[in-house]
């Protein structure tokens, strides 16, 4: 079991938990967005630093990794000098992105009128 790996006692299988726990994070998101971007050319590192600038490197890893492990993102390395690695969406990846489009579209949508109940209830509680 990984870090972000959700388990329940009650429901340790839960498909819900699990994946979104690893998808639901800061970075996922904005990873696999930023490659379907660009789908089916392959983008780099420092091409994916420079979509997500607000990204750490260790947290770019990390997150490549952590996708790469859910069969989401393939890394492909090059024996060259200077080394040169690649990452592509998995058909699984593509799967997922029209699901994902989806809430982005939604959060663009209801994006205003949550930023207004927010501060209306913060209004409310003061």
């Known amino acids: 079991m990984t870090k972000n790996q959700v388990t329940d006692p009650i429901f340790p299988q839960c498909p ?3 994946v979104i726990s690893r998808l639901g994070d800061k970075w996922s998101a904005l990873v696999l967005l930023s490659l379907d971007e660009k789908h ?3 983008l780099r590192y420092k091409d994916l630093q420079q979509a ?3 990204i750490s490197q260790k947290m770019l890893s990390l997150t490549l990794q952590a996708l790469e492990a859910d ?5 492909q ?3 060259e000098v200077p080394p040169r690695v ?4 998995t ?5 997922f992105m029209p699901h994902l489009h989806a809430l982005v579209g939604w959060a663009i949508d209801n994006l205003s009128g949550i930023v207004k ?3 209306a209830f913060k209004n409310r509680k003061a």
Do not use: F, H, K, Q
């Open 86 to 89: 690649e990452y592509t969406l």
């Open 117 to 119: 109940d927010r501060e």
């Open 40 to 42: 089916p050319i392959p």
């Open 77 to 79: 390395a090059y024996a």
């Open 16 to 18: 819900v938990r699990n």
């Open 52 to 54: 997500i600038p607000d």
């Open 71 to 75: 069969g989401m993102v393939t890394r």
């Open 91 to 95: 058909p699984r990846a593509l799967s």
